[in-house]
């Protein structure tokens, strides 16, 4: 029996040491993160079982804490909350799911903008309804869609952003990375601190005119260096302008600010290697809902979109029938480089992971001559090569185009 006792003691002691370990290496990385970030609430005292620091982060008043829910069943969360002042409008909004849409069914306030993908991937509910349309600008969209895609357990209220990270998070670059994201994006969406020109950028790229939205950042970025939603969106835009080195170079930026971040990690995978030989394969492509339900259906990342596109589709020929958004002559087209009747042309209508119904158009280069046999609102069938991909606004670009 007394040997029962020791070894039950000595197992006691050693579960006290581990932990105490343990809980000193949390307590040294939450100080690690709060001394990069500058807070002025720094973990302390009982840091080992309940860490919280705080501080402000780009104009934002940020916390960061544990939480954990009850029951048998318990689970501990990482906790990232951004504070600002009141919107006014009364705006709770949380991603759309299975239950959300039941709630709805049998009348659970959402309130709808009129952007479908937006509509579709939050339930918004507000004291103002009125005020949604004007307060949810292009670029107010575009930076929660884009937060949204990378944490999906992301809530936005009238007063403040936040999102559970399951775990006890303890690598300081993934804290410090993360409190930055969320507050630049909320610096973003509430108008604290959004460069000029963002919506014109936005409206130009849902056009499939990318290459001119990369020489609108350039403009729109320089005097925001370290706003981590423009400067991601500015590496997309010039990788799918061709710029490469250029993406690369923004993206030494970010790292800087946000070397953790999935976005800024995953656009250097796709920067620094060797481009995919791109190669016809065999055969005409006649199903554009197949290929874009291969590329947009599940909730990827706009990096994770362009991956898979330049490995599999890049180059295919296609054979494809949908409806003329808008055409027009394109005098030396930056997309293309060339002189082109540029249309988008809607092609398909997906189910998405994330933003519910998707839609997906087609960016395809005719000949000049062709443009008054492209009207809006026809329904045309056009043959071409599949030639990039716009991962974050779902277009497919498609060149040396002609008419069935």
Do not use: C
Not at 162 to 168: A, I
Not at 295 to 300: D, H, Q
Not at 348 to 354: F, H, M, R
């Amino acid at each position: 029996m007394p040997s029962f006792f020791i070894i039950f003691a000595v197992v006691a002691v050693i579960g006290v040491v581990v932990s105490m370990l343990r809980f000193r290496a949390i307590s040294a990385a939450w100080m690690v993160a709060a001394t990069e970030l500058g807070f002025d609430e720094v973990p302390r005292g009982r840091v080992v079982t309940s860490p919280r620091m705080g501080g402000v982060v780009d104009s934002m008043a940020v916390s960061v804490d544990v939480y954990r829910t009850g029951g048998n069943n318990s689970q501990t969360y990482t906790r990232y909350t951004v504070h600002y002042p009141p919107l006014g409008i009364g705006l709770q909004m949380r991603r759309q799911t299975g239950l959300t849409t039941f709630a709805k069914f049998f009348g659970a306030q959402d309130h709808e903008i009129g952007d479908k993908a937006f509509d579709d991937a939050f339930a918004i509910k507000a004291k103002d309804p009125a005020s949604l349309g004007v307060f949810f600008t292009p670029a107010r969209r575009e930076a929660l869609l884009r937060l949204l895609a990378v944490y999906s357990s992301l809530e936005v209220d009238d007063a403040e952003l936040r999102y559970l990270s399951k775990g006890l998070q303890r690598d300081p670059i993934v804290i410090v990375s993360t409190v930055r994201r969320l507050a630049a994006s909320a610096a973003a969406f509430t108008g604290t601190r959004r460069a000029p020109g963002i919506d014109e950028v936005v409206a130009a790229r849902a056009e499939g005119n990318s290459a001119d939205a990369a020489e609108q950042l350039t403009a729109v970025v320089r005097p925001h260096p370290d706003d981590i939603d423009t400067r991601i969106m500015e590496v997309e835009t010039l990788y799918g302008a061709g710029r490469a080195e250029e993406a690369e170079a923004v993206l030494r930026d970010l790292d800087r600010i946000a070397p953790a971040d999935p976005e800024v990690q995953g656009w250097h995978d796709i920067v620094e290697r060797e481009t995919p030989e791109v190669s016809a394969g065999e055969g005409t492509d006649t199903d554009p809902v197949a290929v874009s339900e291969a590329l947009f259906a599940e909730n990827r990342l706009s990096f994770e979109t362009t991956s898979l596109f330049e490995d599999q589709f890049a180059g295919r020929r296609v054979q494809w029938s949908g409806t003329v958004r808008r055409s027009a002559i394109s005098e030396s087209d930056r997309d293309f480089d060339a002189t082109i009747a540029k249309a988008l042309i809607h092609v398909a209508t997906i189910e998405n992971d994330l933003y519910g119904n998707a839609e997906v158009d087609a960016v395809v280069a005719f000949e000049p001559r062709l443009v008054n046999q492209i009207r809006r609102g026809e329904r045309v069938t056009f043959t071409g090569r599949l030639f990039k991909v716009d991962g974050l606004v779902r277009n497919l670009f498609v060149a040396d185009a002609g008419l069935v």
